[in-house]
């Protein structure tokens, strides 16, 4: 059973930066794809950015330019660079992996922002 752990969410300020690290239980090269989702209150879990086995990225607009998403593959483990960040960022940010036709979620880790 894979399992994904994230880290590093927590308050930020408005235009701030923030990390989030998600660490695999095993070699994520192995993985179809990995991305970052996130789930506000009250609204439906999003894409915010994934990538493929061949480091192809994809991100939703609103991530464009503000978000980066990478991988350290010796290390297991997938990151999601976050800056110029916006209120409406404030949400759980999920990290998913793919391996065939499973998909696998971590439990969240939560971004709060706030002046």
């Known amino acids: 059973q894979v399992q994904l752990v994230e880290s590093g969410g927590g308050w930020v300020q408005p235009g701030g930066s923030l990390t989030l690290s998600c660490a695999a239980s095993?070699?994520?090269?192995?993985?179809?794809?990995m991305g970052w989702y996130r789930q506000a209150p009250g609204k439906e879990r999003e894409m915010v950015a994934t990538?493929?086995?061949?480091?192809?990225?994809d991100y939703a607009d609103f991530a464009k330019s503000r978000f980066t998403i990478f991988r350290a593959d010796a290390a297991n483990t997938l990151y999601l660079q976050m800056g110029s960040v916006k209120p409406e960022d404030m949400a759980v940010y999920y990290c998913?992996?793919?391996?065939?036709?499973?998909?696998?979620w971590g439990q969240g880790t939560q971004v709060t922002v706030s002046s």
């Open positions: 998913n992996a793919r391996l065939d036709s499973r998909s696998y």
């Open positions: 095993e070699n994520i090269f192995n993985f179809n794809a």
């Open positions: 990538i493929d086995q061949g480091v192809i990225t």
